[in-house]
């Protein structure tokens, strides 16, 4: 039988004790719309409840609704949590689940709270785990988390424990810390979604940083695989980047070209110039001469351009009166060629280019006629400049349009009525029954 003990100012209030299994210590019921326990504490825990029984899965406390109310609520006015769980075994702290409703809720008032807060001090542990086993169409079903607000969900991770030796399975570069990190172990499935049904300037995923990287993406699947993978249907950009951009490797591309506003109605028209191709990794250089007196004129180049480049040609043209004897008297040595044929004073336009021979061009060599990597035999880059349908391209995947993930099943109170249920009271209020 439950015991109350009000001699001694360190024992508990309310003990209970069970020895035999599945009988619980203390239990209660409530048949009206009330709690079945309340509890109100200070300076510690209102209730505290220890379950010595180890390797087995039981709870240290457990509470069952099968009505629309909450199985357990927990609200606290000071800098305390108002629900703590903690297993210092292989189980949970907090386990919520829902067969209809919400698993877990937390709702936090006031600038710095929290509503959920999950705390891990192990290298391999999570702090707060959400799961869903249910499926759906495409990649969304049911939500191990679902975020609402202002920020639906956020992550924060300040580092790495110091007398941590950095061992990774990953190089360096990757944060060795996540804020949020998302695992999928099944193509068919999304490890991170973002979603945006709002306007033009919607984001659906955003990335900010000072210093780092505001998106990271890797990938190690060869060919196939993109560390970044952006589409783009209906005339809209696949990548849009608004500033200066850097890449390490080959960029390749269907066509390309510079877009501008145009010089002589900027406001109502683009101007579009295309690429100048070439099946060598060839730099171009030009300029105007004046001949001396003798038709001759020395063209000296940078210093750098006979270590970066070679296989050199040579493009001539004379201005205002023909030059037929225009030619190159000596081909370009120390950085320097000589031009002979022209007319007296005579103005001389000149082009020269090479093939790049640095150290990055020879270890990474072009290939003109590729053969398609084994993925993508008997499919097309583009398969509609071919009259082929879109299914016959190396990217298409049969997923159809991205469908707009619901909402999760809120309570049958619902969320503004529980909300307002939940909000701060006065103490007056609180205790008034």
């Excluded at 877990?104 to 999570?126: A, E, F, N």
């Amino acid at each position: 039988m439950p015991t109350k003990d009000t001699a001694s100012p360190v024992a508990p209030a309310f003990d209970g004790t069970s020895a035999f299994q599945g009988v619980p210590a203390i239990r209660a019921t409530s048949l009206a719309d009330e709690h079945a326990l309340e509890a109100v504490g200070g300076l510690e825990a209102a209730i505290f409840a220890d379950s010595g029984t180890r390797g087995l899965l039981t709870a240290t406390i457990e509470a069952n609704n099968s009505a629309d109310g909450n199985a357990m609520l927990g609200t606290s006015d000071g800098p305390w949590a108002a629900v703590s769980g903690r297993n210092q075994g292989e189980g949970q702290g907090v386990l919520g689940v829902s067969t209809s409703g919400l698993g877990v809720l937390g709702i936090s008032y006031g600038q710095g709270s929290v509503g959920v807060w999950g705390d891990t001090d192990h290298l391999y542990r999570t702090g707060v785990l959400g799961r869903s086993t249910k499926s759906g169409v495409g990649p969304f079903g049911g939500y191990g988390v679902h975020g609402q607000g202002s920020t639906g969900v956020y992550g924060e991770c300040i580092g790495v424990d110091p007398d941590y030796d950095g061992q990774f399975d990953h190089p360096a570069t990757v944060a060795q810390g996540y804020g949020v990190l998302g695992k999928a172990i099944d193509e068919t499935v999304v490890a991170v979604a973002g979603q945006h049904t709002g306007g033009q300037k919607s984001i659906a995923v955003l990335g900010t940083t000072t210093l780092g990287h505001g998106v990271h993406g890797e990938s190690s699947g060869g060919s196939s695989g993109a560390g970044v993978f952006g589409r783009g249907t209906n005339r809209a950009y696949a990548g849009f980047f608004d500033g200066q951009v850097n890449v390490t490797s080959f960029l390749t591309k269907g066509g390309g070209g510079f877009l501008i506003d145009h010089p002589l109605d900027p406001t109502k028209k683009d101007l579009y110039h295309s690429f100048v191709e070439s099946p060598d990794m060839k730099n171009l250089y030009d300029g105007i001469g004046v001949a001396n007196a003798r038709g001759e004129l020395s063209v000296k180049l940078p210093r750098y351009f006979e270590a970066l480049n070679e296989a050199f040609r040579y493009q001539l043209t004379p201005i205002g009166a023909p030059a037929p004897n225009l030619h190159v008297k000596r081909e370009l040595a120390r950085g320097t060629f000589t031009i002979a044929g022209a007319g007296p004073r005579q103005k001389v336009c000149w082009q020269v280019t090479g093939n790049r021979k640095d150290a990055w061009a020879r270890e990474n060599p072009m290939t003109v006629e590729p053969p398609k990597p084994r993925e993508m035999k008997g499919r097309y880059r583009h398969p509609t400049a071919f009259g082929k349908p879109e299914r016959m391209g190396a990217h298409w995947r049969d997923e159809g349009a991205a469908p707009v993930a619901p909402a999760p099943k809120s309570p049958s109170r619902g969320h503004e009525e529980l909300v307002a249920a939940l909000a701060p009271k006065s103490s007056k209020s609180r205790r008034k029954k």
